[in-house]
């Protein structure tokens, strides 16, 4: 996530990242992190590759 992702200076992107970092320290639930990473994905056009389609 940190290495090639499109369009890193997103705001879903930006959201995706934190929530992962609070999720790593107990600070967030480990499903809202994924909410996020599944939207900053979205938004992102990733496929399930991790490539653009």
Do not use: C, K, Y
Not at 22 to 46: I, K, N
Request: aromatic share 6%.
């Amino acid at each position: 996530m940190l290495h090639g992702w499109p369009n890193a200076e997103n705001l879903r992107f930006s959201a995706a990242h934190l929530a992962i970092l609070a999720a790593l320290d107990g600070r967030q639930s480990a499903e809202e992190a994924r909410t996020r990473f599944v939207a900053a994905v979205l938004d992102a056009e990733l496929d399930r590759r991790g490539s653009r389609p």
